[in-house]
């Protein structure tokens, strides 16, 4: 059975940082692709950052150098690191995962299991 479990959410103000993690069970993670995704209220779910199995990455436009998502496959966890944080960042942070290695899509129906979430809130 597939389990994701994000942590690190909480409030930062403008400009600073968080790291979010997602330990993955039931999964050979380093065969999976992995992504972060986030929902704002009252918004869809958009894509965040991917990682392929290989390493590979794909960011979305908004968080462009300023996130980095990496993985620790000894570890089965992903990571997002959020710098220079923005009121517009504040969502619920979803960890998902797809058997397929090399997805690369930021596309939320490209990703067949899903975490609870953890939520970031940006504000002064």
């Known amino acids: 059975q597939v389990q994701l479990v994000e942590s690190g959410g909480g409030s930062e103000q403008p400009g600073g940082s968080l790291r979010l993690s997602c330990a993955a069970s039931?999964?050979?993670?380093?065969?999976?692709?992995m992504g972060w995704f986030r929902q704002a209220s009252g918004k869809e779910r958009e894509g965040v950052a991917v990682?392929?199995?290989?390493?590979?990455?794909n960011y979305a436009d908004s968080v462009k150098g300023r996130f980095t998502i990496s993985r620790d496959n000894a570890k089965n966890t992903l990571y997002l690191q959020m710098n220079s944080l923005k009121p517009e960042d504040t969502a619920m942070y979803y960890c998902?995962?797809?058997?397929?290695?090399?997805?690369?899509?930021?596309?939320?129906?490209?990703?067949?299991?899903w975490g609870q979430g953890t939520q970031v809130t940006v504000s002064s």
């Open positions: 039931g999964v050979t993670f380093r065969w999976y692709s």
């Open positions: 990682s392929a199995s290989d390493g590979r990455t």
């Open positions: 998902a995962a797809d058997r397929r290695p090399y997805v690369g899509s930021l596309s939320k129906y490209a990703y067949n299991y």
